[in-house]
Nanobody, 125 residues
Framework: QVQLVESGGDLVQPGGSLRLSCTGS????????IVWFRQAPGKEREGVSC???????YHRDFARGRFTVSRNVDKNTVYLQMNDLKPEDTATYYC???????????????????WGQGTLVTVSS
């Protein structure tokens, strides 16, 4: 079954770090742009970061400077490293792909036809 599987969500204190993983099952990630979204309770899903097939990366303003996105081709996994976490980062984080190589208009969730199940990140003291 083709799917994306996220992991790594946890409860972390403000200022802490987490690394989320998005692994492909029956699906090769390295030729596709992979996008991270998040959705907080009562809020719309929003784009966080995108990594293209050539490893160019893009971030929303709130993520720039704190979050990085990378790939491990051997493990068929894309990572979202999140540092200096804030309570407002609390959300369920999803990875998604439209099975295209570029991050064109990447932050529009309507573009994506393959999503993971999400992993919960809670930032609280």
């Amino acid at each position: 079954q083709v799917q994306l599987v996220e992991s790594g969500g946890d409860l972390v204190q403000p200022g802490g770090s987490l690394r989320l993983s998005c692994t492909g099952s029956q699906f090769t990630l390295d030729v596709h742009a992979i996008v991270w979204f998040r959705q907080a309770p009562g809020k719309e899903r929003e784009g966080v970061s995108c990594i293209g097939a050539t490893n160019n990366d893009y971030h929303r303003d709130f993520a720039r400077g704190r979050f990085t996105v990378s790939r491990n081709v051997d493990k068929n996994t894309v990572y979202l490293q999140m540092n200096d976490l804030k309570p407002e980062d609390t959300a369920t984080y999803y990875c998604a792909t439209s099975q295209k190589p570029l991050c064109t208009r990447w932050s529009n969730p309507e573009k994506y036809n393959l999503w993971g199940q999400g992993t919960l990140v809670t930032v609280s003291s």
